[in-house]
């Protein structure tokens, strides 16, 4: 499959309800707790201080993952989309009854939850709408949505997507073109003595080219 060579940034909202107690939400509008807001304000004063900012922001429409977008886009003033499509993996009657644990299991059976999506599907979702939302401006955007959206592109970047990424974790992927299999290199940002600073994914392959730099002041 090939996807348009074009940077952005994505992130996963922050702490919900359903993060808290180990639940999967799926497509249930579960919403930020106190600290998932106080996450989503800490990201806006990062995004606030990159040397290359998001130029648009697009967000799922389940609330998480909008009022963590309309905080972060406190700081930026950006236009600002919501799309359905960007919604989390639906897991059908999984939502709101069982952990991960027991749902990736399911899915890495190649099973199809009762009224919700494959994963093959979910990844054809996604694979759609992607191209379409980073190709919307000539600089970067940011996509604000959920852990399973990070699953499938790490899927196509080579890995097993069923790694853990954090709440409001910002993420940079940058086209690396040369490398046809996995074609960008997948940066972190965070805040340290004051800095932010940006270094490597753990889960990406441009790890090996131990590429790390401190970005913004």
């Known amino acids: 499959m090939s996807l348009p060579l074009i940077p952005f940034y994505f992130v996963r909202h922050g702490e919900t309800e359903a993060n808290v107690a180990s639940q999967v939400a799926g497509w249930l509008d579960s919403p930020l707790t106190p600290k998932g807001r106080s996450q989503a304000e800490h990201l806006s004063r990062i995004c606030e201080r990159l040397e290359v900012k998001p130029t648009r922001i697009f967000h799922s429409d389940l609330s998480r993952a909008r009022d963590t977008a309309h905080a972060v886009n406190n700081a930026l003033n950006l236009e600002i989309t919501e799309d359905k499509e960007l919604r989390e993996h639906h897991v059908g009657t999984y939502e709101g009854n069982y952990g991960w644990d027991e749902v990736l299991a399911l899915l890495s059976r190649g099973e199809t939850p ?55 974790h910002l993420h940079y992927f940058e086209p690396w073109a040369e490398n046809e299999k996995a074609p960008w290199k997948v940066y972190v940002f965070d805040e340290i003595d004051g800095k932010v600073v940006q270094s490597p994914a753990t889960w990406c392959p441009s790890i090996a080219k131990k590429t790390s730099n401190a970005c913004c002041v």
């Open 114 to 168: 009762d009224g919700g999506e494959s994963r093959q599907m979910f990844f054809d979702r996604m694979m759609t709408i992607f191209p379409d939302v980073i190709r919307s401006h000539n600089e970067p955007v940011l996509i604000v949505a959920h852990g399973g959206f990070m699953h499938q592109m790490q899927r196509f970047l080579g890995q097993d997507g069923q790694i853990v990424v954090n709440n409001c």
